[in-house]
């Protein structure tokens, strides 16, 4: 079971780091994505990271966000700086224990999700 946490409110400009245990798995075997949903909005995909490390970002937060993982701890991490109000959402963790290639976006690819932890930005 994924557990994502370390959400919560900030200011506009401000910073966030949001973790996501998994346990059982190893890191450097599957994808691991970032997903966000926004009221009355469809989930979109944030970041991912594969399992040779590398990862990709959705256009909106390229340059704010990033994705990292600690494989002894078996956590990613997301550190989101220069956080905007339209980045206010539900945010979910997710693993793609079936999926083949390169690490994808789209929620359809991955698996496993995590209960979602709350990001809100506003003054």
């Known amino acids: 079971q994924l557990q994502a946490s370390g959400g919560g409110w900030v200011q506009p400009g401000g910073s966030l780091r949001l973790s996501c245990e998994v346990p059982?798995?190893?890191?450097?075997?599957?994808?691991i994505g970032w997903f966000r949903q926004a009221p009355g909005k469809e989930r979109e995909g944030v970041a991912t990271?594969?399992?040779?490390?590398?990862?990709n970002y959705a256009d909106s937060v390229k340059g704010r966000f990033a994705i990292s993982r600690d494989n002894a701890k078996n956590t990613v991490y997301l550190q989101m700086n220069s956080l905007k109000p339209e980045d206010t959402a539900t945010y979910y963790c997710?693993?793609?224990?079936?999926?083949?290639?390169?690490?994808?976006?789209?929620?359809?690819?991955?698996?496993?999700w995590g209960q979602g932890t709350l990001v809100t930005v506003s003054s």
């Open positions: 059982g798995f190893s890191l450097d075997y599957y994808c």
């Open positions: 990271i594969g399992r040779s490390g590398s990862t």
């Open positions: 997710a693993i793609a224990l079936y999926g083949l290639g390169n690490c994808r976006l789209a929620a359809s690819y991955y698996d496993g």
